[in-house]
């Protein structure tokens, strides 16, 4: 059964740091990019960070580049998010994705996608 799910939520103070992770079962993590959308009130699902299925190479959405370090664990089959410097404008629901790119491995499953439910994340002025 694919699982990913979130953790590492809640509310913090402007100026404040939080770190989500993702942990991911059922399928094979290492063949997967991994990345974190945020869904905030009355707005669409944005792509926040991105990591590639070996590490190597990342990407990041203008508004949080600097602020914000996605990182991966293929030994925990983890994805992490830490984010530093939290904005208000921050405040959303986080989701944990996976997308099936290494091939080739994923096969008749290239492109194919799997989210986490998503958690909280609230800053307060």
């Known amino acids: 059964q694919v699982q990913l799910v979130e953790s590492g939520g809640g509310l913090v103070q402007s100026g404040g740091s939080l770190r989500l992770s993702c942990a991911a079962s059922?399928?094979?993590?290492?063949?997967?990019?991994m990345s974190w959308y945020r869904q905030a009130p009355g707005k669409e699902r944005e792509l926040v960070a991105a990591?590639?299925?070996?590490?190597?190479?990342?990407n990041y959405a203008d508004s949080v580049k600097g602020r914000f370090i996605i990182s991966r664990d293929n030994a925990k089959n983890t994805v992490y998010l830490q984010m530093n410097t939290l904005r208000p404008e921050d405040t959303a629901v986080y989701y944990c994705?996976?997308?099936?790119?290494?091939?080739?491995?994923?096969?008749?499953?290239?492109?194919?996608?799997?989210w986490g439910k998503g958690a909280l994340i609230t800053v307060s002025s």
């Open positions: 994705n996976a997308e099936c790119t290494a091939m080739p491995g994923c096969g008749p499953y290239y492109g194919s996608h799997h």
């Open positions: 059922g399928f094979a993590f290492r063949w997967y990019a």
């Open positions: 990591v590639t299925s070996g590490g190597g190479s990342t």
